[in-house]
């Protein structure tokens, strides 16, 4: 009894302690060797060891055209995919959220897009992409429309790997929505219909806020997530054609296991991160605001 | 009198005494190494697939056990990387890409040479023949001074083709880049989805099949001895002006996004007439379980340029050993077994794993799976160059370098500037190489 | 036409059940199916062109128009699961994610409800802050860190690392969840004479049920597709399946029979594991229907 009072009082520390502790402790040496190794000059295939530099790495990461280019792509990449994502995860949603039969199947397989391990997803896309050998341009030659060069065109590689990520991600979108609106109280909705809301209204004035912060979390996480979106990349065009698809991941990736300079990859890990963590906490302070 | 042991039973304990000894030295020869793991690194390869079931009768005999672990190859370079940098690594044994690390492993001492090993006489019996290995192979795995690697697949450039289309337009098989010119045009239509011509076109993938080209235009990458890039010399620049073209003109589309699997699978649909790249991809063509061509394509010599028919003749895999191994006598036992004539034999008549012993190339098995005018491009492409990118420690650079020229030569830009700005930023990369 | 029963909109919680089982489907009903069907397909796609081909010869796959009547092939599986090991490999992911998922859900749902409660924005971010950091950035330092405790080969060591992957993505999908539970709900219970962590166990936790399983799944999910992680810290022993599939990726061959079907292979786990756990998401309705 007197174990359980203490737990009472001190709830607040006791209950996230475990997860605390293991963050930082899994992290701490992960982030101090990083920030140490972005101070030095180390590059395995230049033969430079691991020596000081101060910021001379930061300073050449600024200037560096490469870098710059990546992370303006990077910031294409997620608005483009983001914005579809949120909009087409909360729409099929509240499509999904009426009951018919085989409701509980399609939940589940809204999932699989997710779960296809990414390097087979990426080589069926691939596949599927080809301007000439793949199945897409195939069908839309047989239709008649034009067949655009999907990642293999300078201009329309992002798209198309937007549109990759987004085939895969909008599900977790809207799994969330779903069980979001799992959770939400009649009440509301009672209210609502005694005061005569059209569906419509009702959508916008009674589900949509209520629903908002379970949508602006999956949507943060998902922002995050698509920032340092690799996998699929990598697979897929490795950066290419020429360099058009580079992102900041991929560049730091390319910079630690390509060219083994890993004290320059390391400034740009860091840089990387701080950008990741620069908007995700713009993201989470305006939803604050916004929010009642 | 009891305690006299009686002559007979004396022989028969002295004999037994002998012969527990003998048994026990026999014992010792034949398993030296019982008990012993050899962590060994391997890629997803056929030969991989091929030295899996040979693996246990190498432990048998030795009493070595081989673990082996198989990566993708950019996930084996990952975690090689990761596990020499972090220091005290376990592995003892690990397949190699000599022309895409080794000058790296070098410099950051991560191999231990096998020079001493294969001249030492008590280490390595002389049957096991060194000299069995082709010059151009041995060449690649050798770096300033170190014998890194001991071959175990080799790769040359040739020209895939489909028979049925050049018959069909009276054409030969090209044996000039300008009758490849030719034919490539006459075969192609693009309005019908039929290319002439198809080749690698991506960044990085591109220059090691872009290489025979330079080679046989007369160019190179720069000049070993001056350390001068040499990607504008006027050579260079019309490799790099007729690689383009050809695909510009003559491929399909979406071609600066191919790598192999593309390409690839162009050609195996039916679309393309001509293909280069390398030989070690012809099951991707001539299977019939794989393509659709396959009884319609053939195999040639790399067409000569206005220098020659100069293609790459590389080690592209081999086999080394780290050097913070504590099992080098095991290590090197495992890898002379695995690279022995009696096993290379098995390796590339049962695995069709092209192998760098010439003696195995000169016996019916070793050709036995290859088919036959592949063994001819592949045994007159012997003879070509030993490297199929530069030769630096920065290889992966280097070829991004490179490759933003061939990029520019397909896009139809132009390729003066581009090359001088490549041979630019390559020069300066060659002038932070380590001497 | 039914006319007390709740509107059958798309945006109510307690949408048509009742009414339907009254009057049998209607139009609106039909239109709707259609376009559940519609959405299903398009998500699909890819799968069903994997599937397709997990059944057929390579040649048969790059074939253009792709066949969708062949004679069908078993030699892709019996490769899979003969030649390459995948079960243990199936049985490696299966520890490692579920590990992984279930310690996050350990250590994340007090830490979320303490900070849902309590408000320690700073805390969520700390715990955020591992899925922040770009993934590279523990490749090394996870590598000496696990070395230097001879942990290298262990389930261990990969439950913990994918852990940094799970566990910040519960907490912050749990957190909007255990915000919308009316606090009036917690005081009755203690008024009861309840402990905060009885209320936490009896209470909060059941009400939060589709929160809890769609975070979980989620989580699984992410930490079974998980790449690299696995390939820097695991060996043969303890490969994972993403790891494992690329054993179908050769030097200079793709076996885009045997990728497809180790493709397939690899969803069907975590589908069936959907499926299972959906009826808690889906049941949650009646639980939502809390009133004040």
């Known amino acids: 009894m007197r174990f359980e009072g203490f737990l009472d009082r001190h709830v607040r520390w006791v209950f996230p302690l475990p997860a605390l502790v293991f963050v930082v402790v899994m992290m701490a040496f992960p982030i101090v060797y990083t920030v140490w190794n972005s101070l030095t000059g180390w590059s395995l295939s230049e033969g430079t060891p691991p020596d000081f530099v101060g910021l001379k790495n930061y300073v050449a990461l600024i200037r560096d055209q490469r870098f710059l280019l990546a992370a303006a792509r990077t910031f294409y990449f997620t608005v483009l995919a983001m914005a579809v994502e949120v909009v087409l995860g909360v729409a099929i949603a509240l499509l999904l959220n009426r009951d018919f039969p085989g409701k509980r199947i399609v939940n589940s397989i809204m999932l699989l897009p997710m779960m296809a391990t990414p390097v087979a997803i990426a080589m069926v896309w691939l596949f599927m992409y080809e301007p000439s050998a793949g199945v897409i341009n195939h069908v839309l030659r047989v239709l008649g429309l034009p067949t655009p060069l999907w990642i293999a065109g300078a201009d329309s590689v992002i798209p198309a790997l937007a549109l990759v990520d987004i085939w895969q991600w909008t599900p977790m979108i809207v799994l969330i929505s779903l069980a979001g609106l799992a959770g939400l109280p009649a009440d509301p909705y009672e209210a609502a219909e005694v005061d005569g809301a059209t569906a419509w209204q009702t959508l916008w004035r009674v589900t949509i806020p209520m629903l908002m912060p379970t949508v602006t979390i999956a949507a943060l996480l998902r922002l995050i997530d698509a920032l340092k979106t690799f996998d699929i990349i990598y697979a897929m065009t490795g950066g290419g054609p020429g360099f058009s698809s580079e992102t900041l991941n991929i560049y730091t990736y390319n910079q630690a296991f390509s060219y083994f300079s890993f004290g320059y990859a390391s400034s740009a890990l860091v840089v990387f991160f701080a950008i990741v963590l620069g908007v995700s906490l713009l993201v989470s302070v305006t939803r604050r605001t916004v929010e009642v | ?408 030569s397909i896009e139809g830009k132009d390729v003066e500037s581009a090359a001088h700005q490549a041979n630019k930023d390559f020069q300066a990369l060659l002038d932070a190489e380590p001497k | 036409m039914a006319t007390h029963a709740p509107p059958r909109t798309l945006t109510s919680p307690v949408a048509g059940r009742t009414a339907r089982l009254a009057t049998g489907p209607s139009a609106v009903d039909v239109a709707h199916f259609a376009a559940v069907m519609l959405v299903l397909l398009l998500f699909l796609l890819p799968f069903l062109w994997m599937l397709l081909s997990s059944f057929k010869s390579a040649r048969e796959i790059i074939k253009l128009p792709p066949s969708l009547v062949f004679a069908p092939t078993f030699e ?150 998980n790449f690299m992680f696995s390939v820097v810290l695991a060996t043969n022993r303890t490969k994972t399946l993403p790891v494992a599939i690329y054993n179908f990726i050769s030097y200079a061959q793709i076996d885009w029979g045997g990728l497809m079907a180790a493709a397939v292979i690899i969803t069907l786990p975590v589908l069936i594991l959907a499926v299972i756990t959906q009826r808690y998401v889906v049941r949650g309705l009646t639980a939502g229907a809390v009133k004040g």
Not at chain 2, 70 to 94: H, P, R, V
Not at chain 2, 336 to 346: I, R
Not at chain 2, 363 to 385: I, L, M, N, T
């Open chain 2, 1 to 408: 009198m009891a305690h006299h042991c009686t002559r007979i039973s004396c022989l028969l304990l002295v004999i037994a005494a002998f012969a527990a000894e003998g048994h026990r030295a026999a014992t010792a020869q034949t398993k030296p190494y019982a008990g012993t793991a050899i962590r060994f690194l391997a890629a997803n390869h056929p030969w991989t697939e091929a030295i899996k079931p040979l693996l246990p009768e190498f432990e048998a005999r030795t009493g070595i056990k081989i673990r082996l672990e198989s990566y993708g190859e950019d996930q084996l370079t990952q975690k090689l990387t990761t596990e020499f940098t972090a220091g005290g690594s376990d592995i003892d044994a690990f397949m190699q890409r000599p022309l895409q690390e080794a000058r790296q492993y070098v410099q950051n001492k991560w191999y231990t040479d096998l020079n001493p090993l294969v001249k030492d006489p008590a280490r390595t019996p002389a049957d096991w023949s060194f000299a069995d290995f082709q010059a151009g192979a041995v060449g690649t795995e050798m770096v300033k001074g170190q014998l890194t690697g001991i071959p175990i697949v080799v790769e040359h450039e040739v020209l895939y083709y489909r028979k049925d289309l050049l018959q069909g337009a009276g054409l030969s098989v090209p044996k000039t880049l300008d009758e490849l010119k030719a034919a490539g045009q006459k075969l192609s239509d693009k309005g019908k989805g039929k290319f002439g011509f198809v080749a690698r076109g991506q960044r990085s993938p591109a220059v090691t099949q872009f290489s025979s080209f330079l080679y046989s235009f007369g160019g190179d990458w720069f000049n070993q001895e001056t350390h001068k890039a040499t990607l504008d010399t006027p050579e260079a620049m019309a490799a790099f002006k007729f690689y383009g073209a050809m695909l510009r003109e003559y491929g399909p589309p979406g071609v600066l996004n191919m790598s192999w699997p593309q390409a690839v699978a162009v050609f195996a649909q039916g679309n393309a007439g001509l293909y280069t790249d390398a030989d070690s991809l012809f099951p991707n063509m001539l299977d019939p379980g794989k393509s659709q061509v396959a009884d319609k394509t053939g195999v040639a010599v790399f067409p000569a340029g206005p220098k020659g028919s100069v293609m790459y003749s590389v080690t592209s895999w081999g086999l080394a050993m780290p050097a913070s191994t504590k099992k080098k006598d095991a290590a090197w036992e495992f890898i002379k077994w695995a690279t022995s004539k009696e096993t290379t034999t098995k390796t590339q008549s049962v695995g069709a794993v092209p192998g760098a012993r010439g003696s195995v190339w000169d016996s019916a098995a070793g050709k036995a799976k290859f088919p036959a005018d592949w063994v001819a491009a592949a045994q007159a492409s012997a003879k070509g160059r030993s490297y199929d990118r530069p030769l630096v420690v920065q290889v992966g650079k280097a070829r991004d370098i490179i490759g933003s020229v061939i990029i520019a």
């Open chain 3, 76 to 225: 892709n599986y019996r490769t899979v699961f003969a030649t390459q090991n995948f079960g243990q490999y199936m049985a490696n992911s299966t520890i490692i994610a579920g590990g992984s998922t279930l310690l996050g859900l350990l250590l994340g749902l007090p830490a979320a409800y303490s900070i849902a409660r309590f408000k320690q924005h700073a805390l969520s971010l700390a715990i955020l802050l591992a899925r922040i950091v770009p993934g590279i950035t523990f490749l090394i330092p996870l590598f000496i860190l696990f070395r230097a405790l001879g942990m290298v080969d262990t389930f261990a060591s990969l439950i913990l690392s994918h852990l940094l992957v799970t566990l910040p993505f519960i907490v912050w999908v749990m957190v909007p969840f255990f915000e919308a539970i009316p606090v009036a709900l917690e005081e009755a219970a203690r008024v009861d004479g309840a402990s905060i962590v009885q209320t936490f166990g009896r209470v909060i936790l059941p009400i939060s049920g589709p929160g809890i399983v769609t975070g979980a799944i989620l989580a699984f999910v992410f930490s079974w597709n």
